[in-house]
Structure formats: C-alpha cells, structure tokens
C-alpha cells in the first residue's frame, strides 16, 4: 500500500539491499561522488568527502568559459599533485605572426579603400564603366594567376 509508511518503508529497504547489497552498514552516511561521476538531476551530494579536493564543473552551454577554465585548473593540479611540471606554452612567435598578419590586411584594406575612392571621386559616377573596370580587373588578375 503506498500510502501506508510501514511498507514504504519496507520498500525502500528492500530496494536497498537490491541496490547496494546485504550489508547496510553505511546508512545514514550519505552518497557522495568520490569516485566522480555525471549528476544531470538537481541534489543535495556531498562534495570533497573526507576533506579531499574536488573540483566541480559545469557541462551547461551557457557556461562553457567557466567549465574550461576550471578544466584547466584541473589538469595543474592533478599535474602538481603527480610531481608533473605543467607544460606551458610560449605564442610569442605566432602572436607576433598574428600581428603582421593584422597589419598586412589592414594595409590591403586600405588600398582598397583608396582604389575605390579615386575611382568614384573621378567626375561622374559611371557604374557601368566602374563594373567594367572591376571585371577587367578581376580577369587580369585570373590571367596572372595562372
């Protein structure tokens, strides 16, 4: 009878030891994740049992950033804690790759610029002589890659 407690009761002891097996000696010490594990369902769970660090991360989209950040975190001090020496990585070189790279572009953009600008300041805005000039310019530039 389920709203009687005595065999609520008894139900739940008998999913127990189906569960967790004959012994319930840890009943009343609660469950938590020592061994880690996914929690997907909101609950209360006992966290860094026997005052061992844990780390707790989230897997929700929205916090992406944050369960990175963590992650790494993670890796330091596993790695601290196996006497591991953290590898770091030194991008100096491809930041300043990236940099010249920047600055090429930005130059390209403004000639570019430039370009249109002195055509279209030229007089009077001919868009059919500008197309032409555009696609003379694109077949000149298919020639020249070949």
Request: aromatic residues 0%; proline residues 0%.
């Given at each position: 009878d389920i709203f009687n407690g005595y065999d609520n009761l008894l139900s739940a002891i008998s999913y127990i030891k189906a569960r967790y097996g004959e012994g319930m000696s840890f009943i009343g010490e609660g469950h938590g994740y020592a061994n880690g594990g996914l929690v997907s369902n909101h609950q209360i769970a006992q966290i860094a049992e026997g005052n061992k660090p844990e780390m707790i991360i989230p897997l929700d989209s929205m916090k992406s950033a944050r369960g990175f950040e963590l992650l790494g975190k993670t890796a330091v001090a596993m790695a601290a804690r196996d006497g591991q020496q953290a590898t770091?990585?030194?991008?100096?070189?491809?930041?300043k790759k990236l940099d010249t790279l920047i600055a090429l572009m930005a130059q390209m953009v403004g000639i570019n610029q430039d370009q249109l600008n002195s055509m279209l300041s030229g007089g009077s805005r001919d868009n059919h002589a500008l197309y032409q000039q555009m696609a003379q310019?694109?077949?000149?530039?298919?020639y020249q890659s070949i």
């Open positions: 770091t990585v030194d991008n100096a070189e491809t930041n310019d694109t077949a000149m530039r298919k």
